[in-house]
């Protein structure tokens, strides 16, 4: 693989340097700014680093020389090889946000995020033997069988399931080569996490007419301030006509805080008590580019206020496009948010928003409801700020967070 740099006054300029050089199949890996240096070199416009790469045909020869000069640096085999690996194989569109986040940081802020897990690593690897029981002769571990017994600690650690993480190793284990560095084993893992978590899915207008967007999850998780912070990105960053609505008629309290997010931002705001009254706002707001609805959090084993659910969430079915947000709190055990996750499953079709992330430092139960809902993933929240404390779910961060690196 070729990993090499490019500056020129625009990054067009210096993407168009590299594939003169390299070709039209390399990758975009980081774009950052150029501070030119001198005397006076406030006097002259910055240039624009673009890092590309470009696989090459593996060779043994290759890694014989690899092997001669030390192995490739962990960061290198992380940010560099498996990001792009892992961007061509989803998606350009996912390559262009790894680079944009990538932009964001000077090197040294990425070599930050993965060195708890470096250190972790080279101490372990780095360990003497432990002396083996008398009379015993067991074979003598690779460098790569004890990372992977390290790396699937790790994922343990941060509460992904002995079940994904078993099927994780396995699917490494079969495509990694005898002898490889151990680096080439965490860049699979890493691209192999991202090709799990899939590309994010955002909330986009409906081609015609307003898109009815309902929120629900059970109480606590922090629905109406999420919805909150998803209008207030619509209509004061984007321009958009929203219309807030809410069905918990249980909770005063929720229709207020609602109720005055909607004046902060100068929106339309509704209780409703019926079906009926969804589709007279249907009908009001159809000039609208989104109606957004807070429902009632409710015990995901109480049957009556499930069947309320499902015909709320179906009451539009023909009349306007629609999607469905499952909130979940990434504090919640993992059993708890399997049984919420199938009661949902029961009623509708859904994508996932997680929010308290804040408030632990496990983030294993994300990967855990992806594989087991097969639902995409489309916002995280940190914090209660309106309307700050939200972004498009990214998995590249996850990732490097579940493999032991630090978040930001």
Known sequence: ??????????????????????????????????????????????LIEVTVALEEEPEQSSISKKEESGQQPLIDAIVHKAAMEAAASIDSNMAKEAAAENSRQDSSAIEEKLDTLHTLLEQQLQKPEEIKGEGLEEEEESEVER???????????????????????DEIEKINKPNMPFDYALANTYQKMILKFGKPVEIAPAEKGPKVVFFVGPTGVGKTTTIAKIASKFSVEGGRKVALLTADTYRIAAA???????NILEVPFRVIYSTEEIEQALRDFKNYDFIMVDTAGHSHQNEAQKESMASFVHSVDGMAEKEVFLVLSATTKYRDLISIADTYSAMTDYKLIFTKLD??????????LKLHTGASLSYVTYGQNVPDDIEVFNPQKIVKQLLGGRGN
């Open 256 to 262: 207020e805080q609602l109720r005055t997010y909607a």
């Open 147 to 169: 990372f992977m017994k390290l790396l699937y600690n790790t994922m343990l650690t941060n509460e992904v399931s002995e079940q994904n993480a078993n099927q994780i190793i």
């Open 359 to 368: 408030e632990t430092t496990t983030l294993g139960n994300l990967l855990n």
């Open 1 to 46: 693989m070729i990993i090499k740099k490019f500056q020129g006054k625009t990054e067009a300029e210096a993407v168009e340097s590299a594939k003169k050089e390299l070709g039209s199949n390399v990758v975009i890996m980081n774009v950052r700014n150029m501070k030119r240096k001198g005397m006076f070199s406030f006097l002259k416009p910055q």
